[in-house]
């Protein structure tokens, strides 16, 4: 499976960006799909997750700012990112659990590629 990340890139403080990440290749369902984020000298931190059912979680500096949102017949997840603060520059990475549509049909993961947003003051 291939995830690929696309949307990142840089924007002014108070301004919006919106991520999306599709998913390809051997998948049979989606099940639950998320945003992490990696600013330099910390650690990888979910920002966002989005359950097949379409229950959501945030973070607690993001929530109210950022909202995550899924289209199953694209395979795709997408977070819109509004009132953006320097302190969300970061490498954005989607993660996703899915079913396998190869035997054994196991429940995998896999993430992205990573695409960089940086909010200037």
């Known amino acids: 499976v291939q995830l690929q990340a696309s949307g990142g890139g840089l924007v002014q403080a108070g301004g919006s960006l919106t991520l999306s990440c599709a998913a390809s290749g051997s998948i049979f369902s989606m099940n639950d799909m998320g945003w992490y984020r990696q600013a330099p000298g910390k650690e990888r931190e979910l920002v966002a997750g989005?359950?097949?059912?379409?229950?959501?979680n945030y973070a607690y500096n993001v929530k109210g700012r950022f909202t995550i949102s899924r289209d199953n017949a694209k395979n795709t997840v997408y977070l819109q990112m509004n009132s953006l603060k320097p302190e969300d520059t970061a490498v954005y990475y989607c993660?996703?659990?899915?079913?396998?549509?190869?035997?054994?049909?196991?429940?995998?993961?896999?993430w992205g590629q990573g695409t960089q947003v940086t909010v200037s003051s």
């Open positions: 989005i359950t097949s059912g379409g229950s959501t």
């Open positions: 993660n996703v659990e899915y079913s396998s549509s190869r035997f054994p049909f196991n429940t995998l993961n896999a």
